[in-house]
């Protein structure tokens, strides 16, 4: 029974862990959504971008590590920037299907971009931080994990320094309310836009370096964002707090179904498992646990 009850904290607290370096990811998700009310389906592609970014700068003889993570996060930024301006600045006001598919077929380039120009090997994001798990009471984690929690609890806390005390954040939360009365009280909008899919970028690149240290970096890593879009149903598409639960949830319930599942049916559960947790909400709660629930007159 010890053991059963060992085994079974195990899990959760790794499943945990993992769901705190989802919600890293789903914030990107969740920025873009509460400023433009679009859903950017290429943030795994962004991920993977970061990534390789990483990777290539710390193949560079003698590039500190603090160095490579600073370029992937400046580039990551710099992307963003040019993308909100060229591609989807144009589309504002058009239906928003139009900036869906507009990131699909971005996420698409994406993908096909490194096989062309650095090749499509595997490369590896080394932190220099080892791999023997560190061990804390009856638990251990691998320090890759440990960093990706501590991490992401750091931006977090940053994060909603910025949107509660700055300037900038109280601005940019009235342009996720209301875009219409923001620009009534002199609030530049499109700026704000720009801003947040900056931050998108720079929560991308701080992602791909974490990610791609664990599972190296190839197109394979795009699948991230993918696995993340559970997270961010199931937490509610504009809700930072919706991020945070619903990758802790996401992050258990693949642990447990690995570890209680997977020696039955020979494993991969916990690939499909967030999919069947995003159906169920969708069918009781299609906003999300934090989710806004709007009400449309017809």
Do not use: C
Not at 127 to 134: E, F, N
């Amino acid at each position: 029974m010890w053991e059963e009850l060992q085994f079974a904290s195990a899990l959760v607290v790794s499943g945990l862990s993992i769901g705190l370096m989802y919600s890293l990811i789903a914030l990107g998700f969740v920025l873009v959504y509460k400023a433009t009310d679009a859903i950017n389906f290429a943030q795994g592609e962004f991920v993977m971008l970061a990534g390789f970014v990483a990777a290539l700068a710390l193949a560079a003889k003698g590039m500190p590590v603090l160095a490579a993570v600073g370029i992937a996060v400046a580039v990551m930024v710099a992307f963003s920037f040019a993308l909100e301006r060229v591609v989807l600045r144009p589309l504002l006001g058009r239906p928003i299907i139009a900036v869906i598919m507009a990131t699909i077929g971005l996420g698409a380039m994406l993908r096909g971009l490194p096989p062309i120009t650095v090749g499509g090997e595997t490369r590896a994001v080394s932190l220099h931080i080892g791999d023997m798990p560190i061990g804390f009471g009856p638990f251990s984690l691998p320090p890759i994990q440990i960093l990706g929690v501590v991490v992401t609890l750091g931006f977090l806390a940053l994060f909603t320094w910025f949107f509660l005390k700055s300037r900038m954040g109280v601005a940019m939360r009235a342009v996720a309310d209301n875009q219409q009365v923001a620009m009534a009280m002199g609030i530049n909008v499109e700026r704000y836009f720009a801003l947040a899919w900056a931050m998108a970028g720079t929560v991308s690149a701080l992602g791909g370096v974490i990610w791609g240290s664990m599972l190296g970096v190839d197109v394979h890593l795009a699948l991230v964002g993918l696995k993340v879009f559970p997270v961010v149903i199931l937490g509610g598409l504009d809700s930072i707090l919706g991020a945070v639960v619903g990758g802790l949830i996401v992050g258990v319930v693949e642990s447990l179904a690995a570890g209680y599942l997977d020696p039955y049916v020979g494993g991969g559960t916990k690939d499909f498992a967030p999919y069947v947790l995003m159906i169920i909400a969708l069918m009781f709660r299609p906003y999300g646990i934090f989710g806004t629930h709007r009400i449309e007159r017809v």
